[in-house]
């Protein structure tokens, strides 16, 4: 049996989304999600809001973030060569979901989890004053502050690029990201990052489940890939993603059943601007993580 009514990974302004928490929810809604996970990178801000919203729409909430990770595998050139991709991300992006969390009512061990995550976040306002330095150094000044102002939460390399679209200095984000601030380019500054194994292990102090988020990006063998998922004891791989063709969407999902991994299916929604709605990415019922799934 298959469902379209699932959406675990989308963004809001606590992160480089486009739209506030209650928008989101609202397209959510009309989309015909019935549940949904707000995953703001490395932040859990919007979860008070999305509980709340989600509750008021007749929908179930799952608290989720986006943790930046170091890559648990190298990519490997021959394997992108003949997906046609150049670079890979320089980090793994593993998705964290709080399925038995209300964020409506006090839970310890997500305070701890939550202590855990912080430094990551506020590891990011240095980084972005390293990057706005090495701009200006390369004859594009930025205000960092500037930068900061335009989010809400978690800051990021899209809050950048938006700012120099705004000085003149590119004439589109994906512009500011190919030609200055994307991994390995004159302004990109690496920031720290925890392994996937120290985030599973926090992640699960906190009764989570984990995904990896769009494999695709990483430039690794689906097989090799899927391996280096269970021996990090991650829970399971996001196999339906809006960058997935069905035949690697396919591939993905028989994978995962044989290793005994889970699925997770998400629409990366970060705003109207990027694409035209949320939600409607059909997967396999069966194949979802028990505890996320709503039929």
Known sequence: ????????????????????????????????????????HDTTNGWLEGQREARRRGMRFVPGVEITCEPALPPD???????GRERASSSWHL?????????????????????????????????????????????MPVDVQAVLARASGSVGRPHLAEEMVA????TSKSEAFETWIGDGLPAF?????????????AV??????TSLAHPRYYG??????LDALVLAQVDGVEAVHRSHNDAYRH?????????????????????????????????LLDRLFTSLRTE
């Not at 038995?100 to 939550?114: I, Q, R, S, T, Y």
């Not at 000085?167 to 590119?170: D, E, N, Q, S």
């Open 204 to 209: 699960q102090k906190a009764g989570g489940v």
């Open 189 to 201: 500054v690496p920031h720290s990052k925890p392994s996937i194994d120290e985030a599973v292990e």
């Open 167 to 170: 000085l003149g200095y590119v």
């Open 95 to 139: 998705l964290a979901f709080f399925p038995e969390h209300n964020a409506l009512h006090p839970d310890a061990a997500l305070e701890g989890f939550k202590a855990w995550l912080a430094p990551k976040q506020d590891g990011r306002g240095p980084r972005m004053q390293a990057m706005c330095a090495r701009l200006s150094e390369l004859g």
């Open 251 to 283: 591939e993905l999902m028989e994978g995962a059943k044989n290793r005994g991994l889970g699925v997770s299916v998400g629409s990366d929604f970060h705003g109207l601007d990027y694409q035209p709605r949320p939600g409607n990415m059909p997967v």
């Open 1 to 40: 049996m298959w469902t379209q009514t699932v959406d675990l990974h989308s963004h809001s302004t606590h992160s480089d989304g486009q739209h506030e928490v209650a928008i989101v929810a609202r397209l959510m809604q009309e989309a015909g999600v019935k549940t949904w996970a707000l995953t703001d």
């Open 77 to 83: 050139a021959a394997y992108m060569a003949e997906q």
């Open 220 to 225: 690794v063998p689906s097989e090799a890939l």
